[in-house]
C-alpha cells in the first residue's frame, strides 16, 4: 500500500510539473519599447496549421479589434491552391483555437495572389478588404464578415510616385482614420513597396470608402511618402502593422513593421510617435528576431485581450512552410496608455 501511494504521489508530481511546463511553452525574455518593458508568456507559431498563414483581423473604422461573443473575432488567412487565395475563420481570443475556414477571395482575372492584409468593418453591411496581387492592391466588398466578397474592379494602388518606381506593391496590416459620417469613411491607408531582394519601404494612401454604394475609391497618396522608417545601412523597413487609437506605448502610438539589415535578414521593430502617420519618429528600433522555426517574419498585427498584448503575424520556416505566429505579452512596467 505504501508503495502504490508513493507511486501516485509520485506520478501526480509529474503530472504537475509537465502541467507547469506547458502553462510556460514559449515564456521567454523581456523586450523595451521605448521604456514599456514586455515579457513573453507565449509563443505559438503554428495557430491555423501548416501553410496556412496569417492576413488580418477584423477591425472597426477606428482600429479596434472587431469582437462578437465577448472572445471572438474573425481571422483572416492565405493558402495556395493553385494561386495564392484568403480563408475567413472564427477565432477565440482566449484559447487562440480556430474554427474551420471558409474560403472568401480568389484571384481576380490574371493576377498571381489574393492574399488579404487588412479587414475593415465600415458599417453593419460593409465590409472591406485590401489584399496584395503580386502587383497591386486590391480592395475587395462584402455584406457579411464571412463574405461573399467581390472585387472592387475600379481600385488599385498601383506606383506612381518615384520611391515606388521598379516595385510591386502590397498591401500592409494597418490604417488611420481621417473623418466619417453617415455616407462614408475615410482612411490613410498601410501598404509598401516590394522591390528586388525583397527591399522596401512603406507609405500612406487616402483611401474614400463609400457606405452607401458599398464602394472603394483612392483619393491620392501621402506626399511626405515613404514613412522614415528605413535607417542608414538597412535595406528595408516594410510591412508595417495596424495603429490602434486607444493603445499608447507611454503616450506614443506603436508601429510594429519588419526591420532588414540585409536581405536574409528578419527583424521585428518598432517606431514610436505621438503622430498616428508617423511624420515625426521618436523611437525606431528592432527589439526581437525569429522564434523557433520561424525564417521569414511579416505583416503584424497587435491587440490587447484580458490584460495582455498580443502580437500576430505571418511566418515561413526552411521549408517555405507559411504559417501563423502570434506571441502574447504581459506588461512588466510602462504604461500602455
Known sequence: MGVVQFGFLEMRSAIFIFLFAFSLKGAGGLIDIGGVKLQRVLHHDQVTGTNDHFGALLFD????????DGNKTWLYCGAKEEKWVSFVREFNLDTLKVKPRKKVLSTYRNDRWASVHLAVKVAEDFYALFYSTGKQVRAAVGKDPEGPFVTDPDFGIRPSQEWEKNCSLESDCGFVKISENANELRIWKLYDTLGKGSTGQNGWAEVRLDKKRRQIQLVGKHSANPIKLLREGF????????????????????????SKKTNRNYR????????????????????????GTEGVIEKFQFYQHAGHLFLIYENSDRHNDWRTSIRKYRVISGSLR
Open 235 to 258: 535595406v528595408a523597413a516594410r510591412t508595417g502593422g495596424n495603429i490602434d487609437s486607444r493603445v499608447r506605448f507611454n503616450g506614443q502610438y506603436p508601429l510594429f513593421y519588419l
Open 268 to 291: 521585428i521593430a518598432v517606431a514610436l510617435s505621438k503622430d498616428s502617420l508617423f511624420q515625426l519618429i521618436d523611437y525606431n528600433r528592432e527589439v526581437v528576431g525569429p522564434l
Open 61 to 68: 473604422g477606428n482600429g479596434h479589434l472587431v469582437k462578437h
